[in-house]
T-cell receptor, first 112, second 115 residues
Framework: SQQGEEDPQALSIQEGENATMNCSYK?????LQWYRQNSGRGLVHLIL?????REKHSGRLRVTLDTSKKSSSLLITASRAADTASYFC????????????FGQGTELSVKP | DTAVSQTPKYLVTQMGNDKSIKCEQN?????MYWYKQDSKKFLKIMFS???????INETVPNRFSPKSPDKAHLNLHINSLELGDSAVYFC??????????????FGEGSRLTVL
């Protein structure tokens, strides 16, 4: 199976700065999702964007999707120390039986 | 109320042993999954069940056998454990409509260490 690739693998910023993470994928998709994983915990769903949508907002999160480039970005504005976590994109693909394929994640560190 | 709960949280065992991990969801979802996360945090799907029926079975050694007694439970049994089985195993559930997968709800993970 094919996975997304995330960029950068690690990102370190100061509180108050914006954090941008990118995800590229290889197959056609029906939706793309972003998840957060705090250290030692399970993944938590953040946002889902459908293949016919280009941008979506949720609080301090902004997700874009460019299906022509097979890429997505997650922007976290005004970051906080509590945003420190790993962030994963996951693609849902009809041709993959509806399963979600996860990228390898971006490790975000927000320093106070 | 914990939506997806899995036990045990930690499991340390010797090579060659057999172990099980249990998972339960109280969200009323039809579909449950097992994912494996390795030391580099790479998350790979292993199995998926929909209403007790196996629908996804990735290339997983047959030492791994999932069992779904009802749609709220999905257990994972592993025979003859090997060092390479050491990982964090996550159970998840979702409401799947046809081939469209909505958001996944994950358990807190079960960290398996094989010595």
């Amino acid at each position: 199976s094919q996975q997304g690739e995330e960029d950068p693998q690690a990102l370190s910023i100061q509180e108050g700065e914006n954090a941008t993470m990118n995800c590229s994928y290889k197959t056609s998709i029906n939706n793309l999702q972003w998840y957060r994983q705090n250290s030692g915990r399970g993944l938590v769903h953040l946002i889902l964007i459908r293949s016919n949508e280009r941008e979506k907002h949720s609080g301090r999160l902004r997700v874009t999707l460019d299906t022509s480039k097979k890429s997505s970005s997650l922007l976290i504005t005004a970051s906080r120390a509590a945003d420190t976590a790993s962030y994963f994109c996951a693609t849902g693909d009809y041709n993959q039986g509806g399963k979600l394929i996860f990228g390898q994640g971006t490790e975000l560190s927000v320093k106070p | 109320d914990t939506a997806v709960s899995q036990t045990p949280k930690y499991l340390v065992t010797q090579m060659g042993n057999d172990k099980s991990i249990k998972c339960e969801q109280n969200l009323g979802h039809d579909t449950m999954y097992w994912y494996k996360q390795d030391s580099k945090k790479f998350l790979k799907i292993m199995f998926s069940y929909n209403n007790k029926e196996l629908i996804i079975n990735e290339t997983v050694p047959n030492r791994f056998s999932p069992k779904s007694p009802d749609k709220a439970h999905l257990n994972l049994h592993i025979n003859s454990l090997e060092l390479g089985d050491s990982a964090v195993y996550f159970c998840a559930s979702s409401q799947v409509t046809g081939l469209y997968t909505g958001e996944l709800f994950f358990g807190e993970g079960s960290r398996l260490t094989v010595l």
